[in-house]
């Protein structure tokens, strides 16, 4: 990871960044790796400018919306207790958790490629062996079916943005334009790459991977250096808009207390 | 009259039946509702050759298994340890081959258990088109929609032998109530029964049947659904029985530490906490104390 002598850590960062791309009254999940940054994101979001957000607890149907709620904690665990039942107003039945209207996920990943299809599956070593991720959790399924997603990586290097990914665990825009729509797949695809180097997105016309801006510290020369895939840099990159103060503070003061994105 | 039969059973007798090679679906997901006292018991017990299924998400019950060598084949669609890491003994069996993966998305396995609920011979889904999901997984195929042309994948029925599950409360005739979430148990249960399997529940505590006739919406699971229930106090331990207790960090740490260390400690974490145990009872006192359960019962919201 390089190095961030931010007065935010990387979690918190991307948990910011990510809120904003959260439009009010939309219903989500969040998931992933790290998964206390996804609902950061979507409860930062909730209590600056999406009031009307609903938040669908992972695999589990808790409906949570933390606006006018009593304080709670932010855990690492994705469906501990603390967290499920934060802010859930309803529980759906397992058996309608996976069909009900998910306008975003998030995704982790071990691989990403210049169309944002991902890979959780295996990885192939440099000595020949292999290491196995976690597997696809429902990312497989929340790739083909929700509006859109973010992918959201922790490391930002050759091996994990590649030119190709050593299994193809969940489909972003397949091969590039008219890959989803021969395949019949509803949503609309990956819509955001973060990294702790900047902020990605996917351009209109080649599907490509596109940088969007660079975050505060971090230079375009270094990010395209340990980009392995395809990667649109345009002439003028920003950089990513740092964290206000009304987000680091409402983030530290009602949505992570603990400090887990900081550690 | 002849009187109605208890379902109550030990943990020894309600296993009686697994046999090698069987498929096992374990309920829960990730470390909530694990029936960890009857996952020790089947490895205590060396069942081999198993193939295990999990729902949703899997992390140290079918981590636990495989390093006690009791599994085959693992059809998971997650299995990792969260906030701790990979799942480092499935990792090193499944990179040698000592353990066969059986890749799948976690609405593919529910399509193969929805199916087999049905008594379908598959079940269909839009995961995995576009996938390398149906070139590493050959039970999962390409198919065309005959309405629509469009693909699909199809997935062959799911149909464990045996169903390992974990409840917060059941009665003597296998009603079971979870205080929590009961994640994909239901679907578990239906899926196993209907395909001739045996479901088999560890609860944290027994309750009268009266518990369950004064509030018929009490049960999440009903009893026609179930076959053995077996009484194991904080029996998920060391994961959460969800809205009665949380996981055991310190001791999921102290696991996963272990497993980093590599086989010969596994083999004598297993050694301590799975075969030295003579019973559940013995377990408890060994690895709980009144201040660690005092600290696992805090911080549950329906308590405050």
């Known amino acids: 990871m390089p190095a961030n002598d931010m007065p935010w850590s990387w979690p918190e960062l991307a948990a910011i960044v990510l809120s904003r791309e959260l439009a009010d009254g939309e219903v989500g999940s969040p998931g992933g790796s790290r998964s206390e940054i996804p609902l950061a994101a979507a409860r930062l979001a909730q209590l600056t400018r999406a009031p009307n957000l609903a938040i669908i607890t992972s695999a589990a149907g808790f409906v949570a919306n933390m606006v006018d709620k009593p304080w709670s904690p932010l855990v690492s665990s994705t469906m501990d207790w603390r967290n499920v039942y934060a802010g859930t107003e309803a529980v759906l039945p397992s058996s309608g958790v996976f069909h009900t209207r998910r306008d975003w996920f998030f995704a982790g990943a071990l691989q990403v490629d210049g169309h944002g299809n991902i890979n959780l599956t295996r990885v192939r070593l440099k000595d020949g062996g292999e290491m196995r991720g976690p597997g696809a959790a429902g990312l497989a399924y929340s790739a083909t079916m929700a509006q859109r997603y973010f992918i959201y990586m922790h490391e930002h290097s050759r091996r994990s943005f590649v030119q190709r990914l050593d299994y193809r665990t969940a489909i972003g825009f397949g091969d590039g334009p008219g890959s989803r729509e021969a395949l019949g797949l509803r949503g609309g695809g990956p819509a955001l790459v973060i990294s702790p180097r900047g902020v990605m997105d996917f351009d209109e016309r080649t599907l490509r991977l596109r940088l969007r801006s660079v975050h505060p510290g971090q230079s375009v020369e270094a990010l395209v250096a340990n980009t392995g895939c395809e990667l649109i840099v345009p002439s003028v990159v920003p950089s990513t808009p740092a964290p206000s103060e009304q987000e680091l503070d409402v983030l530290r003061r009602q949505v992570d207390r603990g400090g887990v994105l900081r550690r | ?304």
């Open chain 2, 1 to 304: 009259m002849t009187g109605r039969t208890s379902k109550k059973a030990d943990a020894h007798a309600a296993l009686a039946d697994l046999r090698d090679g069987a498929v096992v679906a374990i309920g829960g997901s990730l470390f909530h509702n694990k029936p960890m006292r009857l996952v020790r018991e089947v490895a205590r017990r060396g069942a081999r050759d198993l193939i295990v299924v999990a729902v949703t998400q899997a992390s140290i019950d079918v981590d636990l298994l495989v390093a006690a060598g009791c599994v085959a084949e693992v059809r998971v669609p997650y299995l990792g340890l969260e906030h701790h890491g990979l799942a480092l003994n499935f990792r090193r069996r499944a990179a040698d081959g000592r353990v066969k993966v059986w890749d799948c998305d976690e609405t593919q396995v529910i399509a193969g258990m929805e199916a087999a609920a049905k008594n379908l011979p598959s079940g269909w889904t839009k995961t995995g088109v576009g996938t390398d999901l149906p070139n590493s997984n050959p039970d999962l195929k390409p198919v065309a929609d005959p309405i629509t042309g469009e693909p699909m994948i199809a997935v062959p029925a799911i149909r464990p032998d045996m169903a390992l599950l974990h409840a917060t409360r059941g009665d003597q005739w296998g009603n079971l109530a979870y205080a929590g979430y009961p994640f994909s148990d239901v679907l578990i249960a239906e899926a196993t029964r209907r395909g001739g399997g045996k479901v088999i529940a560890s609860v944290d505590e027994v309750v009268p049947a009266s518990t369950f006739t004064a509030d018929p919406f009490l049960a999440d699971i009903a009893h026609i659904l179930v076959d053995a229930v077996v009484e194991a106090p904080w029996g998920a331990h060391p994961c959460s029985s969800h809205g009665n207790y949380q996981y055991d960090d310190a001791y999921l740490a102290h696991y996963q530490q272990s497993a980093r260390d590599g086989e010969d400690a596994m083999r004598r974490w297993l050694a301590e906490h799975v075969h030295a145990p003579e019973s559940h009872e013995a377990y408890l006192d060994r690895f709980l104390t009144p201040s660690r359960l005092a600290a696992l019962r805090r911080d549950i919201y329906a308590r405050q």
